[in-house]
């Protein structure tokens, strides 16, 4: 597929664990298995879309059943505040 970078066609879906500093800016948490692109020139890359879908989420996620590491199906599955 289409590197988003590049745009040469040499990118694939893989996916990409990060981390992320939590609304209260005290407290990180790491993100397992984020969607992400591998492109063969530009590497591994999490898309702007991906992560502000994961900014806003865990503004809005209710995440106090969760420890500091979980995987992105999980924070999709996150109760809303
Ligand atoms: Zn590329």
């Given at each position: 597929m289409q590197c988003l970078w590049c745009n040469e066609d040499k990118a694939r879906k893989t996916t990409k664990d990060g981390y992320w500093v939590l609304p209260d800016g005290a407290s990180t948490v790491e993100i397992l298995q984020v969607p992400a692109l591998e492109c063969a020139d530009c590497g591994l890359y999490i898309e702007d879309e991906i992560n502000e879908e994961v900014e806003n989420r865990l503004h809005t996620s209710?995440?106090?059943?969760?420890?500091?590491v979980f995987t992105y199906e999980e924070l999709l599955k996150a109760p809303t505040i």
């Open positions: 209710d995440l106090t059943h969760y420890s500091n």
